[in-house]
């Protein structure tokens, strides 16, 4: 059985980073992290297979957000650069079986962390 538990969240301001951590118990294939914003609905940040080889993102967090996964410690990681005000969110980690191709939707993924804040001021 999985279970994941995020950790790292916190109130920075814009232009500062933070790295998320999420643990997880029991095997994990396919992993992702979405957030939620005040008043939005959950949406995809980015993702990573099982190997770690391959990684997807949201066009408006490429080139600032790095996701990684650290297999040994059955840990994922979500390096945030240049953070603004819109990145203000609870940030989710998610895992599910292995696709073809990296899940961006909600349906993906089947176990889900119970979020981390993260608070941006400008």
């Known amino acids: 059985q999985v279970r994941l538990v995020e950790s790292g969240g916190g109130s920075v301001q814009a232009g500062d980073s933070l790295t998320l951590s999420c643990a997880a118990s029991?095997?994990?294939?396919?992993m992702a992290w979405f957030r939620q914003a005040p008043g939005k609905e959950r949406e995809f940040v980015a993702g990573i297979k099982g190997s770690g080889g391959s990684t997807a993102y949201a066009d408006s967090v490429k080139g600032r957000f790095t996701i990684s996964r650290e297999n040994a410690k059955n840990t994922v990681y979500l390096q945030m650069n240049s953070l603004n005000f819109e990145d203000t969110a609870v940030y989710y980690c998610a895992a599910g079986p292995p696709l073809v191709t990296i899940g961006r939707q909600i349906y993906d993924y089947i176990h889900w962390g119970q979020g981390t804040q993260v608070t941006v001021s400008s």
């Open positions: 029991g095997r994990t294939f396919s």
